[in-house]
């Protein structure tokens, strides 16, 4: 199938999405709209971009009665994207699975955007014209299709929510969401949304659905604004023209992000943890707990052999039990084995995952950590709240706090080890308040701390020119 805008994503994509919104299930992060009328409940066409968060079960837009009115929902149900529909209030249809080559497709990948299309004309006499999926570019077999003619719900004038179904089990949706727009009164195709790029032909990218006819009840989140309320400077405004504005459920301007489709971040991957437990992933898989009771490392979901990098990590606890460094892709066995970095308890280096040497001053709750990550010269620079360990300078290049003579893989992944406490991480597009906003010299990221001279947050954008 086409390829998902992940590590290998090209530089420029000719139409950019700036903006995507961060959903956390543990804080029940939603938005509602109950539109004022009704428009076509059998001709419609929903789009979005998402990247996985958690692995957890959740939806992503739902129409929702009380008691026994009719309900609808598009459900991430672990690695399937289901359509339901309960047209009685009492009686489920079967489940709609998207499906590949006569098995249900799997979303599994948290390193990259997924593009889904579902269009539904239930008008049509042909079953498998009554609904159409397709995933980047690609359309996909269903399990089951709807009835003809068949009124779907959607579109109707009551409640409409993107990221859960509250009523019904609270299963809330956890990742990230771009370019959210719904189509009433058309059945559209993947190609008035997105396009293979011409450079790489396999790569799905999106396009300016702008001038798109987005009918009655139709609208248009690209979730650029940052206020919380139901209207156009709010995180749920409607750019389409309908004014169809959402309503803001536990989402602050800090769920706010520029890891999008078209620029895509490195976080942390769930299915990639070594050790004897894994943390609590939280905050799109940036934010990092440990319970005292398990002893493991995540790592990054972008591989690097080549460039310089920029990261930081913010310590949510005193006294923390965590670590950051750079590990062999190839030997990432144990714990927090073939790290080489720094941990922050008991603050000193760490040696293919062994502490080593005397303790360097204290790392304390609410202290960032910074990386500069030299891998073209084999080099590893540390910093404490903006003053980097042994007065390495990573602009010129002297004093590395590791090196390759250290034994330091020349390629591999970010591992972050965390025993006890919290930690979040800032690969660019950070879960947390920055007082101060740095960028790279290419103008992306928001880090605490300056970026040195000649290194770069780790992006696909970036990676296509330095990685």
Same mark, same amino acid.
């Given at each position: 199938?086409?390829? $998902?805008?992940?590590?290998?994503s090209?530089k420029?994509?000719g139409?950019?999405v ?7 299930d ?7 709209? !109950? ?15 998402f990247?996985r ?5 959740g ?9 026994n ?6 459900i991430? $149900? &672990? ?9 009685t209030g009492?009686?489920w249809?079967?489940? +709609?699975? %998207?499906q590949?080559?006569g098995s ?10 997924y593009?889904?299309? +579902?269009a539904?004309? !239930?008008?049509?006499g ?9 995933v980047n570019g ?5 399990s089951? *299709?709807p009835?003809?003619?068949?009124d779907t719900? *959607? ?7 993107i ?14 969401? #771009? ?21 790489s032909p396999? %790569? ?7 001038g798109?006819t987005f ?5 248009y ?8 309320s139901?209207?156009?400077s709010?995180l ?12 803001v459920?536990n ?7 520029i890891d ?7 976080t ?5 943890? !070594?050790?004897?437990? #894994?943390?609590?992933?939280s905050e799109g898989?940036?934010k990092?707990?440990?319970d005292?009771g ?7 979901t972008?591989?690097?052999?080549a460039?310089?990098?920029y ?10 039990d ?5 590990r &062999?892709?190839?030997?990432? &066995? ?5 790290? *080489?970095?720094?941990? #922050?308890n ?9 502490n080593s040497g005397?303790?360097?001053?204290s790392?304390?709750?609410n202290?960032?950590?910074? +990386?500069a990550?030299?891998?073209?010269n084999?080099?590893m620079? $540390?910093?404490?709240?903006g ?7 990573? #602009?010129?290049g ?5 090196q390759?003579s ?6 591999g992944?970010?591992?972050?080890h965390? *025993?006890?406490?919290s %930690?979040?991480?800032n690969?660019g597009s ?12 290419n103008g992306?990221?928001?880090?605490e701390?300056a970026?040195?001279s000649g290194?770069?947050s780790?992006c696909t ?7």
């Amino acid at each position: 199938m086409p390829l $998902i805008l992940g590590t290998n994503s090209i530089k420029d994509t000719g139409f950019d999405v700036s903006n995507s919104l961060r959903f956390n299930d543990g804080s029940s992060d939603h938005l509602k709209q !109950t539109f004022s009328s009704s428009g076509n409940q059998r001709t419609f066409t929903i789009s979005f971009w998402f990247k996985r968060g958690t692995v957890a079960s959740g939806n992503i837009y739902t129409y929702q009665g009380e008691g026994n009115e009719i309900r609808s929902e598009f459900i991430l $149900i &672990s690695n399937t994207l289901k359509i339901v529909f309960n047209p009685t209030g009492s009686s489920w249809s079967s489940d +709609m699975i %998207v499906q590949e080559s006569g098995s249900n497709f799997l979303f599994r990948d948290h390193s990259a955007w997924y593009h889904v299309v +579902m269009a539904f004309d !239930t008008t049509q006499g042909t079953a498998a014209n009554r609904l159409k999926v397709y995933v980047n570019g690609d359309q996909k077999t269903m399990s089951a *299709y709807p009835t003809e003619n068949f009124d779907t719900g *959607y579109n109707t004038d009551i409640e409409h929510a993107i990221g859960t179904y509250i009523h019904a089990g609270n299963t809330f949706f956890d990742g990230y969401l #771009a370019e959210f727009c719904v189509i009433d009164g058309s059945q559209l195709a993947a190609d008035q949304f997105g396009e293979f790029d011409s450079n790489s032909p396999t %790569v799905w990218k999106p396009i300016d659905v702008s001038g798109l006819t987005f009918g009655t009840n139709g609208f248009y989140l690209q979730f650029k604004e940052s206020g919380t309320s139901a209207n156009a400077s709010g995180l749920g405004a409607d750019t389409s023209g309908n004014t169809h504005h959402f309503t803001v459920s536990n989402l602050t301007a800090l769920d706010q992000s520029i890891d999008t489709c078209t620029n895509n971040f490195a976080t942390f991957n769930p299915l990639d943890n !070594t050790g004897t437990g #894994a943390p609590t992933g939280s905050e799109g898989n940036l934010k990092l707990t440990g319970d005292a009771g398990t002893n493991n490392t995540w790592n990054s979901t972008i591989g690097l052999s080549a460039g310089k990098w920029y990261v930081e990590v913010k310590m949510l606890a005193s006294n923390p039990d965590a670590s950051l460094g750079f590990r &062999s892709q190839t030997n990432t &066995s144990g714990s927090h084995n073939n790290i *080489y970095g720094f941990d #922050a308890n008991p603050d000193r280096k760490k040696i293919n995952g062994a502490n080593s040497g005397a303790a360097i001053g204290s790392t304390s709750q609410n202290d960032i950590l910074g +990386m500069a990550l030299d891998l073209d010269n084999g080099k590893m620079f $540390i910093h404490r709240n903006g003053t980097y360990l042994s007065s390495g300078d990573p #602009a010129n290049g002297t004093n590395p706090f590791i090196q390759t003579s250290d034994g330091m893989p020349t390629e591999g992944v970010i591992g972050g080890h965390i *025993y006890n406490g919290s %930690v979040e991480w800032n690969f660019g597009s950070p879960s947390f308040s920055i007082s101060s906003g740095n960028q790279d010299a290419n103008g992306f990221g928001n880090f605490e701390y300056a970026v040195p001279s000649g290194y770069f947050s780790l992006c696909t954008k970036n990676l296509a020119e330095f990685g």
